[in-house]
């Protein structure tokens, strides 16, 4: 049974740093790409990050380029979010998922296995 689980989300201040972790059990970790995802109240999924299997090929959505960076270590079977200079509306809820293969997308349709999410919210 593929288990997914982020943690890391926490009530910060705008232009601070906070880093999430997702581990994940059940599967061959090093097969799959991963990607980190956000959704506000009112709003759809949105695509953050993404990381290949091998972790040579990175993804970025334009609303955190620069500002965010995906790493993953196979050895621990955890994938990580480091975020910095964290605005108000970056607040959401963060979702860690499993791609369907060893590459990676910011397309939610293309990812099999959800975490159940970890709250982040930037204050001003």
């Known amino acids: 049974q593929v288990q997914v689980v982020e943690s890391g989300g926490a009530l910060v201040q705008a232009g601070e740093s906070l880093t999430l972790l997702c581990r994940v059990s059940?599967?061959?970790?090093?097969?799959?790409?991963l990607g980190w995802f956000r959704q506000s109240p009112g709003k759809g999924r949105e695509g953050l990050s993404s990381?290949?299997?091998?972790?040579?090929?990175?993804s970025y959505a334009d609303s955190v380029k620069g500002r965010f960076t995906i790493s993953r270590d196979n050895a621990e079977n955890t994938v990580y979010l480091h975020m910095n200079s964290l605005k108000p509306e970056d607040t959401a809820m963060y979702y860690c998922?499993?791609?369907?293969?060893?590459?990676?997308?910011?397309?939610?349709?293309?990812?099999?296995?959800w975490g159940q999410g970890t709250q982040v919210t930037v204050s001003t």
């Open positions: 990381i290949s299997g091998g972790g040579s090929k990175t």
């Open positions: 998922a499993v791609h369907n293969s060893w590459y990676s997308s910011l397309n939610t349709y293309e990812y099999l296995y």
């Open positions: 059940g599967l061959d970790f090093r097969s799959f790409g």
